[in-house]
């Protein structure tokens, strides 16, 4: 049995190497129009947005990028680039138009300055797929199960992988984090968020194949698709680390400060007091989480302030963690910092920085006049990249500050003593959109990741616990003062994506682009020299 399922694979494979003109005509054709190609590859892009948290159509992850792969057949590579750049485009315009709130609205920026630098990335996210359509029509294989379900798919994860990090990253809009309440969510632990990325890949190349593929290959394609599945659904009772503790009672203070308000010397009174009035009421929960930068002010200039909190909760048994903005010593540096009061004081200095809104790597004057002037102060400086777990409530915190959770390989370090997670933010600075829910999906893959339970405290939603299987165990009504009262287990051990982190997915991917590399120029190889059956890789419309 097993020799005759090898002899199958290999056999399916052995497609990209010989002509099956018996099987060429069954491959769907794609328009003749180029402007209904284009209109394609925009449509497609844009409704991948919807598979993505709020309206979590995660189907659309696997047959959007389907149709891309569908549409670069047979394209020349400046056609490929082309499609690639509007398909990508659309995905980040209909996927981030929320920048433009925070920019202008909040900024404030003038209009055409914010339109300006939300298009500038869109272009910027374009052309990574641009990138991709090149490489994809140019060097790989153009038909068949080699180009489909291993080269193609590779090519695709190593761009989002890069994106993710290059030049500080922007890992927003991941494939992976669509599928949160899904059974591939169970490979998390194991393979993190771009695993889950290369099955979605390698099944939008599968369902291509079985539109465009032979017999064999559809056959292939057809197990690709359903066996992640089947995994996945068996993996989600497995359980990666252990409890090492008894519960802990956790509060979530959310005060709703619109942003517009948030640091106007004339709120700044009323905000204190809210937030002493909402975290009296959780005072004797063991653990009480505030928001990112709640106080409006440097920590240095409220210490009374934060003395007296500090006493009330020790007196009736709780820790307080809360985000601040705190200055150095000098008055010369300023740090977006998570504080902790317990049984001694803690910080942690938020290490991934926004460029542009919270340092901007430009000279002095242009950083003047692009500085969001709702910020009160200069550039922040940037934490360490070893900074320990915060105590608090005898838990040891693994804390992220608001988009650092997008950098789930930034925590890998810390999970070896970490029990639990904690992410403060303030996604006020996008109003009413989808932002806070993206954001909130990307926290729950983190507790995925981790196997652990994820404490979320937004200024004004979405604040929650998280537990270690991705479920949302309780969630504050967002947009008004809120306090609630949950609990968290501390647990030990680590997953496999923790030990490896993104490295073992990354190395995979780039061995199968550079197999797909190969088998295309070993083909023109052969075609040059002669050699029978060896053109089949240089006709698209063969499998």
Not at 41 to 60: E, H, I, K, R, V
Not at 387 to 409: F, I, N, R
Not at 496 to 518: D, E, I, S
Request: aromatic share 12%; glycine share 8%; proline share 6%.
């Amino acid at each position: 049995m097993t020799q005759r399922w090898v002899a199958a694979v290999t056999g399916a494979l052995r497609d990209d190497r010989v002509s099956v003109a018996d099987e060429s005509h069954r491959e769907l054709a794609r328009p003749a129009s180029a402007r209904i190609r284009v209109a394609l590859a925009l449509g497609a892009g844009a409704l991948l947005a919807a598979s993505f948290a709020p309206l979590d159509c995660w189907p659309l992850a696997i047959l959007c990028p389907a149709v891309l792969m569908w549409l670069w057949q047979g394209a020349t590579p400046r056609e490929a680039a082309w499609l690639g750049f509007w398909f990508n485009s659309a995905t980040f315009a209909a996927g981030t138009y929320w920048l433009y709130i925070s920019i202008h609205f909040f900024g404030p920026a003038p209009i055409w300055l914010a339109v300006s630098l939300m298009l500038a990335l869109v272009v910027i996210m374009g052309l990574y797929h641009a990138a991709l359509g090149f490489v994809v029509a140019r060097w790989l294989p153009a038909g068949g199960a080699i180009r489909w379900l291993v080269a193609a798919p590779a090519a695709w994860l190593l761009i989002e992988w890069w994106r993710g990090w290059f030049l500080s990253g922007f890992a927003w809009l991941s494939l992976g984090y669509s599928q949160t309440d899904t059974w591939l969510a169970s490979f998390a632990p194991i393979v993190g968020v771009y695993g889950i990325s290369a099955v979605l890949l390698a099944s939008a190349g599968a369902v291509t194949a079985l539109a465009c593929g032979t017999r064999r290959t559809r056959v292939i394609a057809a197990v690709v698709v359903a066996v992640p599945w089947v995994a996945g659904a068996a993996l989600g009772s497995v359980e990666w680390t252990h409890p090492s503790g008894p519960p802990v009672s956790v509060a979530v203070v959310q005060g709703a400060i619109p942003q517009d308000q948030k640091w106007l010397d004339s709120n700044r009174e009323t905000t204190l007091r809210l937030y002493h009035d909402l975290t009296a009421k959780a005072l004797g929960t063991q653990l009480i989480v505030w928001p990112e930068s709640a106080p409006p002010d440097l920590a240095n200039e409220l210490v009374p302030y934060i003395g007296n909190l500090y006493r009330e909760a020790r007196t009736h048994g709780s820790a307080l963690v809360f985000g601040v903005v705190r200055a150095s010593d000098d008055g010369q540096q300023y740090f977006n910092s998570v504080l902790a009061l317990d049984n001694k004081v803690s910080w942690y200095d938020k290490n991934h920085l926004v460029p542009f809104a919270e340092f901007f790597p430009v000279p002095h004057w242009v950083r003047s006049w692009l500085r969001l002037m709702s910020l009160p102060y200069s550039d922040f400086t940037r934490g360490g990249d070893d900074q320990p777990p915060l105590p608090a409530a005898g838990l040891k915190l693994a804390t992220t500050v608001c988009y650092e959770d997008a950098y789930g390989s930034s925590l890998l370090g810390v999970l070896r003593e970490a029990d639990a997670l904690v992410n403060v933010t303030n996604d006020a600075w996008f109003g009413h959109s989808t932002a806070r829910y993206q954001h909130f999906q990307i926290a729950r893959m983190r507790a995925l990741e981790a196997d652990r339970f994820l404490i979320r405290a937004a200024n004004d939603g979405v604040s929650g616990v998280i537990g270690p299987h991705g479920a949302v165990v309780a969630r504050a009504p967002e947009f008004r003062p809120y306090v609630f009262v949950s609990a968290v287990t501390p647990r030990s051990g680590l997953p496999p994506y923790a030990h490896v982190g993104n490295w073992l997915v990354v190395t995979l991917a780039a061995a199968a682009l550079a197999y797909g590399l190969w088998v295309r120029n070993d083909s023109d190889r052969r075609a040059r020299a002669g050699t029978p059956g060896a053109g089949a890789k240089t006709t698209p419309a063969t499998d």
